[in-house]
Each structure stands twice: as C-alpha cells, then as structure tokens.
Nanobody
Framework: QLQLVESGGGLVHPGGSLRLSCAAS????????VTWFRQAPGKEREGVAC?????SIINMEAARLTISRDNAKNTVYLLIDSLKPEDTAVYYC???????????????????????WGQGTQVTVSS
C-alpha cells in the first residue's frame, strides 16, 4: 500500500527533545519534497518545515526545529528541541513530487498539491 506513516509522538515533559519520523511505504521519497505540519486543538493546520529531495530546506522555526531525511531508510525526520506546552498538536507529513527539487512557500502556505499524507502522530507536552 502506498502511504506515509508518522511515528515518534507521545506524552513528554517541557524542556526535552523529541524526534518524529515520517516513513514511506510502497514508494520512494527520493524525488519528493516532504513537509511537516501541525494542528493544535482549536487551530488551523500550519506548515512548520519542508525538505526537498536535494536537502534544500524551508524551516519556519529553525531555533527549535530540525528537519532531515535518510533516503536509505525512506524516512524524513523532525527534531523538536526545548519542548513547551504550546507544541502540543497532531503532527502530519505530506509528500509532493517535484521536478524542480525545491520546497515552495508563498502567501503563508507551503505549496501543494501533496501526493501522499500520513495519519498524524500526537505530541502532548505537559508537566
């Protein structure tokens, strides 16, 4: 089955770090740009970081977020440092096939369309 699967979420304490994974099944991510999104309770989904097939990156919160990819594992990662309660959200990844090999951000959004979406992984930051 062609799909993306997010993992790595859970209940964590403030101040720590967490690494989320976005793994592709049934297709290779080599030619896809991958974007991480999050949706907090009562808020709209927002894009936080994107990485292209050649490792070009757009990162909206570079002080605390790190996006990377491992093509050998067919996986894209999102590292969140200095976790705080405001990070509590469902985190999603989307994959977009692009001949331009870039991430595109305009008018407050990461441009689609996205060919594949994951089901999301819950991150809860609480004392």
């Amino acid at each position: 089955q062609l799909q993306l699967v997010e993992s790595g979420g859970g209940l964590v304490h403030p101040g720590g770090s967490l690494r989320l994974s976005c793994a592709a099944s049934g297709f290779t991510l080599d030619y896809y740009a991958v974007t991480w999104f999050r949706q907090a309770p009562g808020k709209e989904r927002e894009g936080v970081a994107c990485i292209s097939s050649s490792n070009s990156i757009i990162n909206m919160e570079a002080a605390r977020l790190t996006i990377s990819r491992d093509n050998a594992k067919n996986t894209v990662y999102l590292l969140i440092d200095s976790l705080k309660p405001e990070d509590t959200a469902v985190y999603y990844c989307g994959a977009k096939l692009t001949n331009a090999d870039v991430c595109t951000y305009r008018n407050g959004n990461f441009s689609g369309p996205y060919d594949y979406w994951g089901q999301g992984t819950q991150v809860t930051v609480s004392s």
